[in-house]
T-cell receptor
Framework: DAGITQSPRHKVTETGTPVTLRCHQT?????MYWYRQDPGHGLRLIHY???????DKGEVSDGYSVSRSKTEDFLLTLESATSSQTSVYFC?????????????FGQGTRLTVV | DAKTTQPPSMDCAEGRAANLPCNHS???????VYWYRQIHSQGPQYIIH???NNETNEMASLIITEDRKSSTLILPHATLRDTAVYYC????????????FGTGTRLQVTL
């Protein structure tokens, strides 16, 4: 299995509080992604990174920010958590940018905003 | 990225081959076909991918039609542990191209 660790694995937080999720990889892959998964929507891309300090938005980026100060860590921050951000969050990594390089996923973080 | 169409569910008897179809009629020349699966609420697991040629690995085989408009994932000897949702995805070679997951095929392997 690819060396991807997400933390925490489970979190319950209150509406309006900031929350940071961490994705840590030991593969030295350049590309990292944050997805969320909700019933009826499949996995949707939030943000991605194509190198240290290089990030870009995905299709559902509102209310989220990311940072990547080291190759191995990609942080996802909910600036002010809302109930609509209750979801399962998955991190993925990939050695290459596109179709020729497979992406591997972490085990997910289940976030509940109350 | 091209869209894919998969049947919502399939059944397969344990020990038999599971053949999961996928239609991607709008696929373009630089797009790869990927298959992932997700068991319960675990992270999606990479299975196999290909561009034009058929591919085989320790998990499965991928058969891509000559016109590349459809493909089939084959699990040669399905087990109960193969019960999962299987996603067929097309992915281009652009910068940090994302994986667009549809709703997949729920494969139920039975005794």
């Amino acid at each position: 299995d690819a060396g991807i660790t997400q933390s925490p694995r489970h979190k319950v937080t209150e509406t309006g509080t900031p929350v940071t999720l961490r994705c840590h990889q030991t593969e030295n892959h350049r590309y990292m992604y944050w997805y969320r998964q909700d019933p009826g929507h499949g996995l949707r891309l939030i943000h991605y990174s194509y190198g240290v300090k290089d990030t870009d938005k995905g299709e559902v980026s509102d209310g989220y920010s990311v940072s990547r100060s080291k190759t191995e860590d990609f942080l996802l921050t909910l600036e002010s958590a809302t109930s609509s951000q209750t979801s399962v969050y998955f991190c993925a990594i990939s050695a290459g940018p596109g179709g020729e390089a497979e992406a591997f996923f972490g085990q997910g973080t289940r976030l509940t905003v109350v | 990225d091209a869209k894919t169409t998969q049947p919502p569910s399939m059944d397969c008897a344990e020990g038999r081959a599971a053949n999961l179809p996928c239609n991607h009629s709008t696929i373009s020349g630089n797009e790869y076909v990927y298959w992932y699966r997700q068991i319960h609420s675990q992270g999606p697991q990479y299975i196999i991918h290909g561009l034009k040629n058929n591919e085989t690995n320790e998990m499965a085989s991928l058969i891509i039609t000559e016109d590349r408009k459809s493909s089939t994932l084959i699990l040669p000897h399905a087990t109960l542990r193969d019960t999962a949702v299987y996603y067929c995805i097309v992915r281009d070679t652009g910068t940090a191209s994302k994986l667009t997951f549809g709703t997949g095929t729920r494969l139920q392997v039975t005794l």
